[in-house]
């Protein structure tokens, strides 16, 4: 498989999908900054420089994927939120405008969770939308890099989208039920003192052991001082940050001590301790090999390449569950799809059999169901609550949107506030030829059950065998 890479950066997520065994043969940014770094670690990818609204889909190889995150400052809650007010915002646009043009198999989008806060969510739908009418099966997940073996919280949202006449059915990578990495294990074994660096500084190229261990030694404001900026060594890191000033501080040093809501100051008697995490260290914490080089006469430009990326792990992971999808025999077949849902009791079972309803939470957090844009609605309801299991039809219709005094109305007691209801067909139990419920294992382990997702009939056959 061959992918083009856009809004490159440094690699990181051209990295993961190359680590997945996937080629990427074309890469886009603009930015000077990176052109060294990328060249140098990606060095059988061709590198286009040129601005992405002068490009159109004649000027990109063949290829079977786009990747790409467009950049995420004007959504960054971070940051002044300008959405499309901002020029940086308007290449979102670009990039969907390129997928339409160039019509690849499929895609995948990269940003911030900024991009779906109350202020930003329309504009967000309304991408999916003009993806979806441009020929494409458009999924959607909010994922921590924490939950796959990636020493931070940093949570991003990611878009896969395939074109319809494929009918594949993807799934995001499910949170790995594995111990999580802490500090420690990711970057304790770099004892050796880093170099510091202001802005004003040239960085010398010269490194021994550890290529890039160099450290912002800029003040810290009033803004930084605001909060903890410390891990334990025992913890997953904060955020890797693109601005410097921001970066998270190394775990040798105390618990920042609080004086008031809005200002910490450094433990008296450890102030030496304080200092922010190399790039080397970012760039572990990132998940980048110790053999990947950055390339940076200031300091600021090293952390904001690193801080900018995708984890490569990540993108792997990502990258695995698309290949899985062109891997499949069944991919290219009519598909029949199945919302898998949970119901806590036998008076939930009983008021969504007598309502003939059946609903979901929806939206982005945890354990809602993110329903892809563009596919067909669900054929079957298969309800599963420990080892009872059922099957039923439902109407061919789409779900119905509703608030939760909507459900109140009829009896049911949610506890959220927006939904997506869907109708039964009948309250008798199906059978399908080859499906055996009872050998099921549900995905997307979530408190104490599990969250609802929608998956096709033959891929649960196949899984049953």
């Not at 810290?220 to 001082?225: C, E, R, T, Y």
Request: charged share 25%; proline share 6%.
């Amino acid at each position: 498989m061959k992918v083009a890479s856009f809004f490159s950066g440094c690699g990181g997520l051209d990295l993961g999908f190359e680590q997945a065994g996937i080629d990427v043969i074309w890469a886009n940014d603009i930015e000077t900054s990176v052109h060294e770094t990328y060249q140098y670690n990606h060095p059988n990818t061709v590198l286009c420089k040129s601005d992405i609204r002068s490009l159109h889909d004649s000027d990109i190889p063949d290829c079977d994927g786009f990747i790409g995150g467009p950049p995420c400052q004007s959504w960054s809650e971070g940051g002044k939120q300008l959405g499309l007010n901002d020029e940086r915002g308007k290449l979102f646009l670009d990039y969907v405008r390129l997928i339409k043009e160039k019509q690849p198999k499929f895609f995948v989008i990269e940003n911030v969770k900024g991009i779906i806060s109350d202020k930003h969510l329309h504009t967000f739908l309304s991408f999916l939308s003009i993806l979806e009418q441009a020929g494409y099966i458009v999924n959607y997940a909010m994922l921590n890099a924490a939950d796959f073996r990636i020493p931070q919280d940093r949570y991003r949202v990611f878009v896969v989208g395939f074109q319809k006449s494929l009918n594949c059915n993807f799934h995001f990578p499910q949170p790995l039920q594995e111990p999580i990495i802490t500090l420690r294990k990711a970057i304790g074994d770099i004892d050796k003192p880093p170099r510091f660096y202001t802005d004003s500084d040239t960085v010398s190229p010269q490194y021994e052991r550890w290529l890039n261990h160099d450290v912002f030694a800029g003040a810290f404001d009033a803004k930084f001082m605001s909060r903890n900026r410390i891990r334990t060594w025992d913890e997953v890191s904060f955020t890797i940050q693109a601005q410097a000033k921001n970066c998270p501080l190394h775990p040798q040093a105390p618990t920042m001590k609080y004086i008031a809501p809005n200002k910490r100051i450094f433990a008296p008697g450890y102030e030496h301790l304080y200092r922010r995490l190399s790039i080397r260290e970012c760039a572990r914490i990132q998940t980048f090999p110790d053999s990947f080089r950055f390339f940076y006469n200031n300091i600021k430009d090293g952390y904001k390449m690193v801080g900018n990326a995708v984890p490569p792990r990540i993108a792997k992971f990502i990258a695995i569950n698309i290949k899985e999808v062109f891997a499949s025999t069944t991919y290219k077949q009519e598909k029949a799809y199945v919302l898998v849902g949970y119901y806590k009791n036998e008076t939930q079972l009983c008021m969504t059999l007598q309502n003939r309803l059946y609903y979901v939470r929806t939206g982005f957090r945890r354990g809602a169901l993110q329903m892809p844009i563009g596919i067909p609605s669900p054929k079957y309801l298969l309800l599963h609550n420990k080892k009872n299991r059922s099957l039923y039809k439902l109407l061919p219709e789409p779900p119905a949107f509703m608030k939760a005094a909507d459900l109140s109305a009829k009896g049911f007691s949610p506890s959220g506030n927006e939904y997506l209801a869907f109708r039964l067909e009948s309250t008798e139990e199906v059978r399908i030829k080859g499906l055996n419920l009872q050998v099921i294992q549900f995905q997307g382990k979530y408190r104490n059950a599990t969250a609802p997702y929608i998956t096709d009939i033959e891929a649960l056959i196949k899984e049953t065998k």
